[in-house]
């Protein structure tokens, strides 16, 4: 009697749904269920560190676009943006004011002769799924960004309206403010242990020994992912990727203000107030496991982007780093995409992980996904199937083409 009372105290929360990472992703998932009418139950948002320091929300570039080569995508980004563009009607709380700092400058691709097809290919299909991109030639550059120097450029794709960038910590805050408005619990604690059994998880078990029930269980944990799912014995092939910003300033003014620009030696670069702000990922020799490595690295700019800006734009050689951090990316070592939905035999696990750097400008779309399945069994707007984790299982990846 006296070990059945113990047991019974040790469990002392129970929750019809429990969110294990509380950055955009999962703040997106708790807005998304508390704001559906339909949905009826409970949530509780579990996050280990809730200044957010090294979340790789807040040290993100905030971008957001539908150039993307893999349908679901491109829709994802359309919602994205119009979510974005229509952000007070969604997530202000009482009617406050609220500001994201978003700025609709466009996405600009650039593509050598060996990227020239792949790029055509790219546009036509975000065309017809209504994102509008354009397709501009090395003379049409000249014109529009005259500060562009275009050897070496054979096609570009512009996104004219509907992709740009925003403050990530405004826009995590926003999602979580509302989603606690809502009735969401955000409980500050780490998960230490999973209990499975079978096809179910029952509960999760936090760093000071409680214990949380529940009926559905979101892996939310961004580069972390990959230890979650091992807490439940399932293999996720997620990890910690270091990826750095560098904040530049330069003596020239530039007309028109840079877009998005995305060099066909994968450096990007764009605007940022009076200055700009600039990264790439890195080759893969120069790219391990980054589980606690958040050193900025000085030569990755001095060897691969200062180069690259210096010839795409010569205005830009004389440049000093003014600032720079590192974050990190929830990285899908199988192919890069977002691993989304249940998992085949634990059917009240639900994945939201592996976005390789999308994560911020996915987050409504992935949001409103993992509602749709909880809630109805299915998904009622975009159909994210191909994305599940059947397709790790099945060795069946489904990688961006000449996407970064």
Same mark, same amino acid.
């Given at each position: 009697?006296?070990?059945?009372?113990?047991?019974?105290? /040790?469990?002392?929360?129970?929750?019809?749904?429990?969110?294990?990472?509380?950055?955009?992703?999962?703040?997106? /998932?708790? #807005?998304?269920?508390?704001?559906?009418?339909?949905?009826?139950?409970?949530?509780?948002?579990?996050? &280990?560190?809730?200044?957010? +320091?090294?979340?790789?929300?807040? *040290?993100?570039?905030?971008?957001?676009?539908?150039?993307?080569?893999?349908?679901? =995508?491109?829709? %994802?980004?359309?919602?994205?943006?119009?979510?974005?563009?229509?952000?007070?009607?969604?997530?202000?709380?009482?009617?406050? $004011?609220?500001?994201?700092?978003?700025? !609709?400058?466009? #996405?600009?691709?650039?593509?050598? =002769? !060996?990227?020239?097809?792949?790029?055509?290919?790219?546009?036509?299909?975000?065309?017809?799924?209504?994102?509008?991109?354009?397709?501009?030639?090395?003379?049409?550059?000249?014109?529009?960004?005259?500060?562009?120097?275009?050897?070496?450029?054979?096609?570009?794709?512009?996104?004219?309206?509907? !992709?740009?960038?925003?403050?990530?910590?405004?826009?995590?805050?926003?999602?979580?403010?509302?989603?606690?408005?809502?009735?969401?619990?955000?409980?500050?604690?780490?998960? *230490?242990?999973?209990? *499975?059994? &079978?096809?179910? %998880?029952?509960?999760?078990?936090?760093?000071?020994?409680?214990?949380?029930?529940?009926?559905?269980?979101?892996?939310?944990?961004?580069?972390?992912?990959?230890?979650?799912?091992?807490?439940?014995?399932?293999?996720?092939?997620?990890?910690?990727?270091?990826? %750095? /910003?560098?904040?530049?300033?330069?003596?020239?003014?530039?007309?028109?203000?840079?877009?998005?620009? %995305?060099?066909?030696?994968?450096?990007?670069?764009?605007?940022?107030?009076?200055?700009?702000?600039?990264?790439?990922?890195?080759?893969?020799?120069?790219?391990?496991?980054?589980? @606690?490595?958040?050193?900025?690295?000085?030569?990755?700019? @001095?060897?691969?982007?200062?180069?690259?800006?210096?010839?795409?734009?010569?205005?830009?050689?004389?440049?000093?780093?003014?600032?720079?951090?590192? +974050?990190? #990316? @929830?990285?899908?070592?199988?192919?890069?995409?977002?691993? /989304?939905?249940?998992?085949?035999?634990?059917?009240?696990?639900?994945?939201?992980?592996?976005?390789?750097?999308?994560?911020?400008?996915? $987050?409504?779309?992935?949001?409103?996904?993992?509602?749709?399945?909880?809630?109805?069994?299915?998904?009622?707007?975009? @159909?994210?199937?191909?994305?599940?984790?059947?397709?790790?299982?099945?060795?069946?990846?489904?990688?961006?083409?000449?996407?970064?």
């Amino acid at each position: 009697m006296g070990k059945e009372k113990i047991q019974r105290d /040790i469990i002392m929360q129970k929750h019809d749904v429990v969110i294990i990472g509380g950055g955009i992703i999962g703040s997106a /998932i708790a #807005y998304f269920l508390k704001s559906n009418l339909d949905f009826k139950g409970d949530v509780a948002v579990i996050e &280990r560190d809730t200044s957010y +320091g090294k979340a790789s929300t807040t *040290r993100s570039l905030g971008g957001v676009r539908q150039q993307f080569s893999n349908h679901e =995508n491109i829709e %994802i980004g359309l919602f994205g943006s119009e979510f974005v563009k229509n952000i007070k009607e969604h997530l202000a709380v009482d009617g406050e $004011s609220l500001d994201v700092g978003w700025v !609709e400058r466009g #996405y600009l691709f650039l593509a050598s =002769n !060996e990227g020239k097809k792949i790029l055509i290919e790219n546009q036509s299909l975000q065309k017809r799924l209504g994102a509008r991109i354009d397709i501009l030639s090395p003379s049409d550059l000249k014109i529009k960004f005259p500060w562009l120097n275009t050897n070496g450029i054979v096609i570009s794709s512009f996104g004219k309206s509907g !992709e740009g960038w925003l403050d990530p910590s405004t826009f995590l805050n926003a999602f979580r403010s509302k989603a606690r408005a809502l009735g969401a619990q955000f409980i500050n604690d780490e998960v *230490r242990a999973i209990t *499975r059994e &079978r096809q179910k %998880i029952r509960s999760v078990t936090l760093g000071g020994g409680e214990k949380i029930e529940c009926n559905f269980l979101v892996n939310a944990s961004g580069a972390w992912a990959g230890n979650i799912a091992r807490l439940a014995n399932i293999d996720l092939p997620v990890v910690p990727k270091k990826r %750095i /910003i560098y904040g530049i300033d330069c003596r020239e003014e530039l007309e028109p203000k840079l877009p998005l620009v %995305i060099d066909t030696s994968g450096v990007f670069i764009r605007s940022e107030g009076s200055g700009f702000v600039c990264g790439v990922s890195p080759p893969a020799n120069l790219d391990p496991d980054a589980w @606690d490595d958040m050193e900025v690295d000085y030569k990755l700019f @001095d060897n691969i982007i200062w180069p690259s800006i210096a010839h795409r734009i010569p205005a830009l050689e004389a440049i000093k780093i003014t600032n720079a951090w590192a +974050g990190w #990316y @929830d990285y899908n070592t199988f192919d890069q995409n977002g691993i /989304i939905g249940s998992h085949a035999d634990v059917n009240n696990f639900f994945f939201a992980n592996g976005f390789s750097g999308h994560g911020l400008q996915q $987050s409504p779309a992935i949001g409103r996904a993992i509602m749709e399945l909880i809630t109805y069994g299915e998904y009622r707007t975009i @159909d994210l199937s191909r994305f599940s984790h059947d397709r790790i299982i099945k060795k069946e990846a489904l990688p961006e083409k000449n996407i970064v």
